[in-house]
């Protein structure tokens, strides 16, 4: 992956020494709640940095001054290739929540797709009783395309049942996505 500069972040590949930063948030409760994980050990991040090292599809997002890694992007290529569709995700530290940097990571994510890599068209997905992320997903101008009950489910209660979600669909084509003016850069 090219390093993507914004003006307050870099988004680079992920390296194998990232595990200590990747622990810093994937500990964290709240930040892992939607997602298909528990929170992770040391360990775990430090394992998971050195294989996220060799997945193009998680994107390091780090502040620009510092070089702090404070979330990731997930950008995937969807089959079949020919209908030039990815996915998109992202997860980011409870420390900078709020803060936009989760808006100015995946605007320029979805800018690079659409300019640069011929991306025709971007998916998302995320739970409803998420509302920051169909907020964000929202702004950056995907369209909320489908509702889908109890979809699947990543995690079991205290008697090891099935914990159920719903699940939202976005998408954007790039032709709408370039059409739209996008401050949030």
């Known amino acids: 992956m090219v390093p993507i500069t914004t003006q307050r972040l870099l988004l680079r590949a992920f390296r194998p020494e990232d595990g200590p930063e990747l622990y810093e948030y994937?500990?964290?409760?709240?930040?892992?709640?939607?997602?298909?994980?528990?929170v992770f050990s040391l360990e775990d991040s430090l394992a998971e940095s050195r294989r996220r090292a060799g997945d193009p599809a998680f994107i390091a997002?780090?502040?620009r001054e510092s070089g702090k890694l404070i979330g990731n992007l997930y950008f995937q290529r969807q089959q079949?290739?020919?209908?030039?569709?990815?996915?998109?995700?992202?997860?980011?530290?409870?420390?900078?929540?709020g803060q936009g940097y989760a808006a100015e990571a995946c605007a320029a994510l979805l800018r690079h797709a659409f300019t640069q890599l011929e991306v025709r068209r971007v998916t998302a997905q995320c739970n409803p009783e998420n509302t920051a992320s169909w907020r964000l997903l929202e702004r950056l101008g995907l369209r909320r395309e489908g509702f889908s009950r109890e979809t699947g489910y990543f995690k079991t209660d205290a008697a090891g049942q099935p914990k159920w979600h719903d699940t939202y669909?976005?998408?954007?084509?790039?032709?709408?996505?370039?059409?739209?003016?996008?401050?949030?850069?």
């Open 26 to 38: 994937l500990s964290q409760e709240e930040v892992v709640h939607y997602e298909p994980y528990g």
């Open 61 to 63: 997002v780090c502040q």
């Open 80 to 97: 079949p290739a020919e209908y030039r569709t990815w996915e998109l995700g992202y997860v980011f530290s409870g420390n900078v929540q």
């Open 169 to 185: 669909a976005y998408g954007v084509l790039a032709r709408e996505w370039l059409e739209q003016d996008r401050p949030m850069e």
